[in-house]
């Protein structure tokens, strides 16, 4: 015994269309609202990415350029590798601050959050990882601090000679 019941179509009953509504796409501005605040968040992880990968190129021209600074010591009177020098020390000094600026941005925003873009102060619920990015953006502006005295002693230098 079948459970089904099969009933022909008589071709006297007039078919009706049927009309069809497209549903209303999920999203609208709301899911705009949402790409923006991932992307922004993005450019967050990219700020840090930015400065880890500047704050080692920084560390490794200090550890490159120990060679050249011996030679401007041994010989005082070379004027052409202070002058290389002075003038690697101020473009790693740019990217320094540069690194430094967007990471206190980073650091700012996760100990007060933003209310505005509903963004919370993430440091109540990570405080070591706040305290670690805290200490890494203070020593990088020592870093820049410690550059600006460099390149003073060097244009100094070159200026007696």
């Known amino acids: 015994m079948s459970s089904t019941i099969d ?3 008589s071709s006297k009953v007039a078919k009706a269309k049927a009309i069809s509504v497209a549903a209303p796409r999920p999203g609208g501005w709301k899911k ?3 790409i923006m605040d991932f ?3 993005l450019g967050a992880i990219a700020a840090a990415w930015f ?5 080692a190129l920084v560390a490794g ?5 120990l060679p050249l600074s011996i030679v401007t010591i041994v010989r005082p009177h070379a004027v052409g590798p202070r002058l290389f020098l002075i003038i690697l020390d101020t473009v790693f000094l740019t ?6 600026s967007s990471a206190a941005s980073i650091v700012y925003l996760a100990h007060n959050g933003n209310q505005d873009t509903n963004w919370i102060a ?3 619920q990570f405080g070591d990882f ?4 805290s200490g890494a953006v203070v020593s990088s502006f020592v870093t820049v601090v410690a550059f600006i005295f460099m390149i003073v002693m060097t244009a100094l230098a070159l200026g007696k000679h």
């Open 7 to 9: 009933i022909p179509e």
């Open 95 to 100: 990217l320094a601050t540069a690194s430094g």
């Open 32 to 34: 705009g609202v949402s």
């Open 122 to 124: 993430i440091c109540n």
């Open 130 to 133: 706040c305290a670690q990015t």
């Open 39 to 41: 992307i922004l968040r």
């Open 61 to 65: 021209y200090l550890v490159l350029s």
């Open 51 to 55: 400065f880890v990968i500047t704050m």
